[in-house]
């Protein structure tokens, strides 16, 4: 059985910094497109960042460009998210993603429709 397991998430200060883990198990994910989305109350789901299958390109959100960075370790079949300089408007439930369904996928998956393998999610709340 697929599973992505968040952890890492928190209660911060603005301006504070939290990092974000997704362990995959179940399968080996080397060839998925992964991402990270969040959802705050009243909102809709939102991507915030992605990575492809070979590591080598990325995307981010406008609004957490320059302040977050995801990664990935082959090795684990994990995937990351650094949080620097956290914001208020930060504050959601965040979301790991796989996309299984397109194995080396030449095009980097950035839309929530695009990803078939969720998390259950981790909350980040940052204080003013």
């Known amino acids: 059985q697929v599973q992505l397991v968040e952890s890492g998430g928190g209660l911060v200060q603005a301006g504070d910094s939290l990092r974000l883990s997704c362990a995959a198990s179940g399968r080996t994910f080397s060839t998925y497109s992964l991402a990270w989305f969040r959802q705050a109350p009243g909102k809709e789901r939102e991507s915030v960042a992605a990575i492809s299958w070979s590591g080598d390109r990325t995307y981010y959100a406008d609004s957490v460009k320059g302040r977050f960075t995801i990664s990935r370790n082959y090795f684990k079949n994990n995937v990351y998210l650094q949080m620097n300089r956290l914001k208020p408007e930060d504050t959601a439930v965040y979301y790991c993603?796989?996309?299984?369904?397109?194995?080396?996928?030449?095009?980097?998956?950035?839309?929530?429709?695009?990803?078939?393998?969720w998390g259950q999610g981790t909350q980040v709340t940052v204080s003013s």
């Open positions: 993603a796989a996309d299984s369904r397109n194995a080396a996928a030449r095009r980097l998956r950035i839309y929530s429709y695009e990803y078939d393998y």
